[in-house]
């Protein structure tokens, strides 16, 4: 299945046959690692019986095809019949027929090495001799069987730190392992990635790795998947990738793409279906990469990664050392003008451009390569002097008189992948040079802890992103948020002691500790200066030391006991290897011992954690067993077994996953919004920061989406629940139009929200519809994704979260119209706890809508409530009111005369703060009683209560023509104190007794009941307006 992902292939002799290697890897239950290196091949078929069958299936195929793209009895066009739904053409395609009597058949045919660590030139080159003796019109020194067990029983593991040669079939291969203060082991080539993607598409699928968005690798070439995976995952330390990790997804396992959770897949490509024809159940988190095309698709909202352009700056010259375009090969003709147009010296020179000292730049190449310096070079030699004696003047400490025991391209390949890796270490140990100081240690022993982990603030995240620089919070806020952050601060706490470290957290924290030793500088003072990599002439001489004086030499293959009539050698054809002489490795041998299956594979991580934990065997034994249990299908999808039994366990498996991810979350936005707890969990402050309020609701709409596309039956847009809710808008519409829907969806005013206290003010109607609307008509919203994310942040804004999700999920006929049985949503006990979680959210104000969308127009509804006693019946001035908010304020709005109550739109105030109200002093009573002021958004339905009781007008109180009122959000609770009047503190604005005074011309009190009729006026819209018009 991973050796062949696509099963047999067979050809003639007029296609290509060249032989194709490729990598794969296995991830067990545990989250240890093998490594699988495969040659696929084609050798003749020689059964008759194949050929006969294969000419059949030939001629049936190409009758069928013919058959469909024959010409129609109606003379209408072909390709209009093709452009059909219905018609499968475009789903066959003919092949050249195969006769038996004259081509040769060819089938796939693979050899494949399983080892323990990825030594992939090693394998490569042991797979690939093997298959030159087998091509060879010569037989080999030895029969393969000689070869094949000197490398399963005789080549031992190199020992960290260690080289180590051996003989393959026609030359000594050589393979060499890093020390254990040095990064890991990693054998592909970094090269091929930036030369197939580009620095800038690398960078951002890099991002899109670090804040576990699902990836999707997308190539014909088995190899360039596999290169591309663990070049992403090796530049990520010291974090791992916690997800499902396939990066060659064989075709059987296709329904894996419908996972509900971060993975980093590689789908193979025929090359000849483009991205649109490819159907993938969901993609709003979906990061899809297309290799063979040097194309990136990203998900939105993707932050920059810190530094980005240093960064980049600095990898890029790196590259042009090496003569590697950081466009990608897509633009080689453009990059080597540009290379030749650049001075070598500029290229050294490390003030000028940065570059590493000691960098192996090849720089009388790049002088050969320039017109103007070739016309040079012809003159000067007539002088005698030569251009090849020139030098770059280098690093003279760098170790030039070693001689290394491989050829100079493999050097080079070690030299790019160890400079790329120490700068991409460098950014990751600059970031995080004081995380240790941040790490809460738990107070209770560590089987208590380990037993409550999920419940425990590991990391005090708000602290530390106080501590960064402002450009750094948008990524670094949703990176913590991360699973790999969050279990390398877990290996960090079960690893306390140097002894029991993890290898890769020991490497991190010896770099941190050389990073504050050189630095001097106090944990708080942080700064978002770029500083480069100063590591790597020390990384590239170890690797050139290791390569220069072998360490070890394997012993040489050599003649087996074997039977006469054993080892048989047959020119082009692999042969069938005597198991009997393989099956059993020598038992004299000093490296027996590695043949153990437990040298074969890394240590069980969740076993090594129960190791530093101290527990007894009863619960380390229950402890693994849990640990493998949840891992199974969550982590790795299981290859063996793909029975309909495991697939629908594999899906309830996802379900549950996706239920417990949504408990988590939403336990943890509540806990960092109350705050109470969030300080006692070990927060370093009460209120939650504006950047990690909007990275956890981010989250929390990434978690909708993938719950939404679960068990999709048909992908129809890019965000699943949009395209869920205009499926409900749809059908909603029809039944409005059909007369069976009368006005459910739509709440009336008797279920209107309780914050609409005063019946003074129109109801806001609650509706789903509505609010949908609302985000439909925000010009700035252009994709579905958007869309979506938009109408959840609205909808918890309103509280009114679960709500609407449980209306849209009340529709039964749709959601089984739209998904398969097994999805989340057709899960009723799963989708009632869910919704349960989200109206827990109703506990907490949000202002998540406003607070994201300020440019947006937004309309506001204004009552002005005068004094019910008398002074007010009369007023003749022309009055004006400005508002205020956290992001801006009205221009002074002139209201009618005698009108109380009106709608205005401007652009997003924010949270409002205070209203400024006064008039222009005009008329005969120009003295006006306002009891208070309402202002409330029409979208989000927030209502304002601006309290005043002070009078307007030259000679009554203060004489005061204008106040300003500060005002306060009324909460969805009624009010306990509901008198009419209620005068503001004295700091806000200041009181006096009020005077009852007289307003008649005869100086005689006017009724109460006349005046409340001459100042309640009530609007209603003018048809066809859009305005009041005022009764």
Known sequence: MLCMPKGLAFKTQADPREPQFHAFIITREDGSRTFGFALTFYEEVTSKQICSAMQTLYHMHNAEYDVLHAPPADGRDQSSMEDGEDTPVTKLQRFNSYDISRDTLYVSKCICLITPMSFMKACRSVLEQLYQAVTSPQPPPLPLESYIYNVLYEVPLPPPGRSLKFSGVYGPIICQRPSTNELPLFDFPVKEVFELLGVENVFQLFTCALLEFQILLYSQHYQRLMTVAETITALMFPFQWQHVYVPILPASLLHFLDAPVPYLMGLHSNGLDDRSKLELPQEANLCFVDIDNHFIELPEDLPQFPNKLEFVQEVSEILMAFGIPPEGNLHCSESASKLKRLRASELVSDKRNGNIAGSPLHSYELLKENETIARLQALVKRTGVSLEKLEVREDPSSNKDLKVQCDEEELRIYQLNIQIREVFANRFTQMFADYEVFVIQPSQDKESWFTNREQMQNFDKASFLSDQPEPYLPFLSRFLETQMFASFIDNKIMCHDDDDKDPVLRVFDSRVDKIRLLNVRTPTLRTSMYQKCTTVDEAEKAIELRLAKIDHTALHPHLLDMKIGQGKYEPGFFPKLQSDVLSTGPASNKWTKRNAPAQWRRKDRQKQHTEHLRLDNDQREKYIQEARTMGSTIRQPKLSNLSPSVIAQTNWKFVEGLLKECRNKTKRMLVEKMGREAVELGHGEVNITGVEENTLIASLCDLLERIW???????????????????????????????????????????????????????????????????????????????????????????????????????????????????????????????????????????????????????????????????????????????????????????????????????????????????????????????????????????????????????????????????????????????????????????????????????????????????????????????????
């Not at 406003?850 to 002074?871: D, E, M, Q, R, W």
């Not at 009683?929 to 209560?945: F, S």
């Open 709 to 1031: 596309s679960h068990g999709l039956q048909v992908k129809q847009g890019k965000s699943a629940l949009w395209s869920h809710l205009l499926h409900y808008q749809d059908n909603r519409q029809r039944k409005l139009t059909s007369g069976s829907l009368s006005t459910s969806g739509i709440l009336l005013d008797s279920e209107r929200r309780k914050s609409d206290a005063s019946s003074l003010m129109p109801p806001l109607r609650i509706s789903l519809i509505q609010d949908m609307r609302h985000i439909q008509n925000i010009g700035e919203i252009k994709t579905d994704v958007g869309k979506a994310r938009a109408w959840v942040r609205l909808s918890m804004e309103k509280k009114l979260l679960s709500t609407h999700l449980k209306q849209l999920l009340s529709d039964h006929e749709l959601t089984k119209k739209l998904y398969k049985r097994y999805a989340f949503l057709r899960c009723d006990d799963e989708k009632e706890q869910f919704l349960y979680h989200l109206l827990s959210f109703n506990a907490v104000d949000y202002f998540c809508f406003t607070n994201v969308f300020t440019t947006i127009l937004i309309p506001y509804h204004i009552l002005i409530v005068p004094s019910k006693k008398l002074g007010g019946s009369m007023f003749t001035a022309n009055p004006w009111i400005c508002i205020s908010g956290e992001l801006g304020e009205t221009q002074i709005l002139q209201i009618p005369r005698n009108v109380l109550e009106m709608t205005f739109e401007c652009q997003n105030l924010g949270k409002l703060t205070t209203v400024q109200i006064g008039h222009d002093n005009s008329g005969l009573y120009a003295k006006w009683l306002v009891e208070y002021v309402m202002v409330r958004n029409e979208i989000t339905g927030h209502t304002y209560k601006f309290p005043c009781g002070r009078w307007l007008g030259k000679g009554m109180d203060d004489g005061s023509l204008e106040r300003i009122l500060v005002g306060e959000l009324l909460t969805s609770q009624p009010e306990v104190d509901e008198r009419p009047c209620r005068t503001p503190p004295l700091q806000q604005s200041p009181s006096v007794i009020r005077r009852l005074v007289t307003i008649s011309p005869n100086n005689k009190p006017t009724r109460q009941s006349d005046a409340v009729a001459l100042w309640r006026v009530w609007p209603c819209l003018g048809p066809g307006t859009g305005f009041p018009a005022w009764i």
